[in-house]
Nanobody, 129 residues
């Protein structure tokens, strides 16, 4: 198992920016998928952004339509950390944000929660107008 710890959440005004971090206890594989999900009050959990790694290098990144051109996912392998840079934040971005990881590659869509077997505790993001 891999422990994931999110940080960087907080309260910002509309149009502001935040950078979330997801620190993993270890990377047990150079082939892996990681993602950020979010859950707003009264709603289901949705995939926000994903990143796949092959041979230790970023292979591809993925985004929900609602965050394209505003959010950016990246990773720093030396720090075992995945980041989510969030710009031009909107009130509808308010949610608990979770990091997820699976230390393998498969054909399952990055948006599916059951793809991942490691989850963090979440970090709250609140955007106010």
């Amino acid at each position: 198992q891999v422990q994931l710890v999110e940080s960087g959440g907080g309260s910002v005004q509309v149009g502001g920016s935040l950078r979330l971090s997801c620190a993993a206890s270890r990377y047990s594989s150079n082939n892996r998928s990681m993602a950020w999900f979010r859950q707003a009050p009264g709603k289901g959990r949705e995939g926000v952004a994903g990143i796949s790694t092959i041979g230790g290098n970023t292979y591809s990144t993925y985004y929900a339509d609602s965050v394209k051109r505003r959010f950016s996912i990246s990773q720093d392998n030396a720090k075992n950390t995945v980041y989510l840079q969030m710009n031009s934040l909107k009130p509808e971005d308010t949610a608990m944000y979770y990091c997820a990881a699976v230390m393998t590659l498969d054909g399952i869509s990055w948006t599916r929660e059951d793809k991942y077997n490691n989850w963090g505790q979440g970090t709250q993001v609140t955007v106010s107008s």
